[in-house]
């Protein structure tokens, strides 16, 4: 642990002033002290950490990670959470709230807060938006804010009662937050296990269709739009929803958006192996969609990539895809995922990368980071961009598994991962 440290010799990525190259990092009393456009001579010094051939970056927010404390310790708890995450290069992580009891009042937040005190990166709870997520009544939301929860969501499903939403925007516009909406009409879901179409028809199974997430995301638009309150828009699945999201930009509503790496990545097709790591919510789409959101991230229609890692029990994911829980983890893939399918295949340059994985969030969020300011608080990622890897489950520090990427050939890699000047992840 070392608090003035000299990051020399690496390129680093700053998304503010769009700077890709070589400068010298100096980080004192746990914040930038100043970032240094190389000159030929070298540093030297005992508190020079070198860093050649590296790329350096403001550290990545994860906006949307399940941690599963409290209620289900044996599948994630806060800390477990939170080394994972600093394990993929994330310094900071949002939690949801639907933990078992959910996080649905001031207490619930303040344990998160309590239990983060010892984790090795910055956790931000996400309140719930109605009490015990059951889509019913509104939580105190004031309440939550002041204690620092800083959005709030019903996330793992959608919110049902369209006055409901319109009266927690309003809400939420006071507070200053942003509402996380899971898009999803549980109506048309109509209990699915998988995207509704060809696949689907074929296995026999039932499907949840585009409309299902579409219509709410185009009832988000119109009700963020009416309150003028911050709506984000999670797990971005389909076509037509990144083309909702990006007129509605065009027109000014204060909507933001983000998307996975599996969304990105993964087709419905490959459900046909009856792996239940594949089985999440919003499901697996088709390579149309995946187009689509590849083209929303590279346009800045999608604003920021989040893992919605969520871990669930072998002995749960187990079961027959019909049973087995929706959800996968992601916390120590994302990154190997941007850099090998976004970045290297020239889809999104890395400033782009870093905006859409640290600038954008923080910004979403309104917490410290995503910039190598001076005066910000020393939170850094920093990435091997050459080192090949193959993503292995059993050296995840996550205590989940469910990971459909196990066997991966990736390249680029966390290093290092600094939080507040603290050196939280090494392997260098
Ligand atoms: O696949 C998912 N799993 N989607 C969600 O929205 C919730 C998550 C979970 O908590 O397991």
């Known amino acids: 642990m070392k608090n003035n440290i000299i990051l020399a010799g690496g390129k680093i990525v700053d998304p503010v002033t769009g700077y890709f190259g070589p400068a010298n990092v100096f980080i004192s009393d746990g914040k930038i002290e100043k970032v240094e456009k190389r000159k030929k001579d070298k540093i030297t010094g005992r508190n020079v950490i070198k860093l050649d051939g590296k790329i350096v970056c403001p550290g990545f927010i994860d906006m949307h990670v399940h941690l599963r404390e409290p209620g289900d310790e044996d599948k994630e708890t806060i800390i477990s959470g ?3 995450a600093a394990a993929g290069g994330f310094t900071s992580i949002a939690c949801m709230p639907n933990t078992r009891p959910p996080l649905d009042n001031a207490g619930a937040i303040e344990y998160v807060n309590n239990r983060a005190l010892m984790a090795p990166v910055k956790v931000y709870p996400v309140g719930a938006l109605t ?12 309440e939550m804010s002041a ?27 006071t507070c200053g937050t942003p509402i ?34 579409e219509l709410m995301v185009m009832r988000e638009i119109m009700l963020a739009s009416l309150t003028q ?49 594949l089985k999440v919510n919003p499901p697996l789409r088709t390579k149309k969609d995946i187009d689509a959101v590849i083209k929303g991230l590279a346009d800045g229609a999608i604003d920021c990539i989040a893992s919605d890692h969520a871990p669930h ?27 090998t399918r976004l970045i290297n295949k020239k889809i999104i340059s ?45 050296n995840f520090k996550s205590l989940s598994r469910n990971t459909p990427f196990a066997g991966w050939k990736l390249k680029g890699k966390a290093v290092m991962t600094i939080v507040d000047a603290n050196i939280v992840y090494s392997t260098i």
């Not at 933001?256 to 097709?269: K, Q, R």
């Not at 002995?315 to 850099?339: N, Q, R, S, W």
């Open 82 to 84: 939170s080394e994972a």
């Open 131 to 142: 009490v015990g997520q059951k889509g019913e009544t509104l939580t105190e939301m004031m």
């Open 147 to 173: 204690c620092g929860a800083v959005a709030f969501s019903d996330d793992g499903s959608g919110v049902q009662n369209n006055d409901l939403m319109r009266r927690a925007l309003e809400y939420s516009r």
């Open 180 to 213: 996380i909406s899971h898009c999803e009409y549980s109506d048309l879901a109509a209990s699915g296990v998988m995207h509704e179409g060809f696949i689907s028809s074929k296995l026999g199974m039932k499907g949840i269709s585009a409309v299902a997430e």
């Open 229 to 277: 309150a911050r709506v984000h828009i999670a797990h971005v699945s389909t076509a037509g929803s990144v083309d909702l999201i990006r007129k509605a930009k065009r027109a000014k509503v204060p909507v933001t958006a983000e998307a996975t790496p599996h969304h990105f990545t993964l087709t419905d097709d490959l459900i046909q192996s009856f792996d239940t790591n």
């Open 313 to 339: 029990s072998i002995e749960d994911k187990e079961l027959e895809f019909d049973y087995a829980p929706f959800g996968l983890i992601g916390l120590e893939t994302t990154l190997g995922m941007v850099i």
């Open 350 to 394: 890395w400033v782009e990368a870093v905006e859409r994985m640290s600038t954008a969030p923080a910004r979403i969020l309104d917490i410290p980071g995503g910039t190598l300011n001076e005066g910000e608080p020393a939170d850094i990622t920093v990435i091997d961009p050459d080192l090949e890897w193959t993503v292995n489950p059993d």
